[in-house]
């Protein structure tokens, strides 16, 4: 089952706009992670965020956990035409050695240039 | 860095065929993992080995799905035989990994794999 759930499944804005991304869960985590997917090629990994962490940064990236919630914020600034791709949230499951992550199904986000 | 491998890129096969997928991941990473992921959906873990152990299969249907890493570096996943429903990219991913601790993974460019 899916752990995770984008929200919107589709995301489109202007070049240069800000583009938001959020991520519900459903368990405890550890970690949560968002990676990028461009159309028919394997995901990258773009930012994890500690579940003992609020807030992090990575270039234009900026990532928010609350876990009270169980949910998490991507927000990509200054967008690109390059930024347009799948993002995905994933997370772990904390109990037990096996460490596969558990995705949601992605928000399609298209940047007009 | 070389990036993880996988081969073949593409396959198209019909039902009740056999088809298998291979998987090199990056060097030095003890941890690989298998993926199904369905258009449309996010990837879904099917195997996960610590160099030549499964550590999880839990999601894997073994009743036509099979997978190996017999010497703790390669590893292939087999279908026998194939169904409609198995239509999907199937990713390898590794990591450094070990009991407990935290590490990224990293994704090979996939298997696109269509049943007919």
């Known amino acids: 089952s899916q752990q995770g759930e984008e929200d919107p499944q589709a995301l489109s804005i202007q070049e240069g706009e800000n583009a938001t991304m959020n991520c519900s869960y459903k368990?405890?985590?550890?970690?949560l992670q968002w990676y990028r997917q461009n159309s028919g090629r394997g995901l990258v990994h773009l930012i994890l965020?500690?579940?003992?962490?609020r807030e992090k940064h990575s270039g234009r990236l900026r990532v928010t956990l609350d876990t009270s919630k169980k949910s998490s914020s991507l927000l990509i600034t200054a967008s690109r035409a390059a930024d347009t791709a799948s993002y995905f949230c994933a997370t772990d499951d904390p109990g037990g050695g096996a460490d596969g992550l558990t995705f949601g199904k992605g928000t399609h986000l298209i940047i007009q240039p | 860095e070389a990036g993880v491998a996988q081969s073949p890129r593409y396959k198209i096969i019909e039902k009740r065929q056999s088809v298998a997928f291979w998987c090199n991941p990056i060097s030095g990473h003890a941890t690989l993992y298998w993926y199904q992921q369905i258009l449309g959906q996010g990837p879904k873990l099917l195997i996960q080995f610590q160099n030549n152990g499964v550590v999880d299969d839990s999601q894997l249907p073994k009743d036509r799905f099979s997978a190996e890493r017999l010497k703790g570096v390669d590893s292939t996943l087999k279908i026998q035989p194939a169904k409609l429903e198995d239509s999907a990219v199937y990713l390898c991913a590794s990591s450094h990994r070990l009991a407990g601790g935290l590490e990224t993974q990293y994704f090979g460019p996939g298997t696109r794999l269509l049943v007919l």
């Open positions: 965020i500690r579940s003992n962490e």
């Open positions: 368990t405890s985590i550890n970690n």
